[in-house]
């Protein structure tokens, strides 16, 4: 399961835009009744305090959806999230929709790679995904070369760093867009510095 760590800012619902980091919270100590113990305890949390903690490793996700928004730009929702993960797992557990009308109980297989609505467009990333399981390729033997099952696909390994954009729902999609254009220019200089 994926623990939620910053909310949805007001300035990206303005911004119709949607950035959340998702990771392990970090541990906190307990403080003990003895004041000594209590000093010890407060001079190492201070001086680690003083070093700046590595952020741990993520891949960047930014999700497209099929249908413009009212004022012709693509709905894009940017999300954090650690490696080792199904692609599905990560959309599931952040709210971005993965099977459009194929959402009903039975209309999907939950998971199991057998009923192909959980297809995806990979834009940008695909060296971070794992590659295509026989399951996709029977499936998908018609389809685009960049199109994955959410369900097989695994995103990076623990230590995976990069950006991965995924076109939702490709078989509806109705517009074309430059993914380069929808990333905040503060998420693209932090990409390009991993």
């Given at each position: 399961?994926?623990?939620?760590?910053?909310?949805?800012?007001?300035?990206?619902?303005?911004?119709?835009?949607?950035h959340?980091?998702?990771a392990?919270?970090?541990?906190?100590?307990?403080?003990?009744?003895?004041?000594?113990?209590?000093?010890?305890?407060?001079?190492?949390?201070?001086?680690?305090?003083?070093?700046?903690?590595?952020?741990?490793?993520?891949?960047?996700?930014?999700?497209?959806?099929?249908?413009?928004?009212?004022?012709?730009?693509?709905?894009?929702?940017?999300?954090?999230?650690?490696?080792?993960?199904?692609?599905?797992?990560?959309?599931?557990?952040?709210?971005?929709?993965?099977?459009?009308?194929?959402?009903?109980?039975?209309?999907?297989?939950?998971?199991?790679?057998?009923?192909?609505?959980?297809?995806?467009?990979?834009?940008?990333?695909?060296?971070?995904?794992?590659?295509?399981?026989?399951n996709?390729?029977?499936?998908?033997?018609?389809?685009?070369?960049?199109?994955?099952?959410?369900?097989?696909?695994?995103?990076?390994?623990?230590?995976?760093?990069?950006?991965?954009?995924?076109?939702?729902?490709?078989?509806?999609?109705?517009?074309?867009?430059?993914?380069?254009?929808?990333?905040?220019?503060?998420?693209?200089?932090?990409?390009?510095?991993d």
């Amino acid at each position: 399961m994926i623990k939620l760590l910053s909310p949805i800012t007001s300035e990206d619902k303005i911004n119709k835009k949607h950035h959340t980091t998702y990771a392990e919270k970090p541990k906190t100590t307990a403080f003990s009744s003895n004041p000594e113990i209590s000093l010890a305890s407060m001079n190492k949390s201070s001086t680690s305090e003083a070093k700046e903690p590595e952020e741990p490793p993520c891949v960047h996700l930014a999700f497209v959806h099929s249908v413009l928004l009212p004022d012709g730009t693509p709905d894009v929702h940017f999300r954090n999230a650690p490696g080792a993960q199904k692609l599905r797992d990560i959309m599931l557990d952040t709210n971005i929709e993965l099977y459009g009308p194929y959402s009903r109980a039975l209309l999907n297989c939950g998971g199991g790679g057998t009923c192909a609505t959980c297809m995806v467009e990979v834009i940008e990333g695909k060296e971070l995904l794992s590659p295509r399981t026989d399951n996709e390729k029977e499936k998908l033997k018609k389809k685009p070369k960049n199109w994955r099952l959410a369900c097989q696909t695994t995103v990076g390994d623990q230590d995976s760093r990069g950006l991965v954009v995924i076109q939702q729902l490709p078989e509806w999609k109705a517009h074309e867009w430059n993914y380069e254009k929808l990333l905040p220019s503060e998420m693209l200089s932090e990409i390009q510095s991993d």
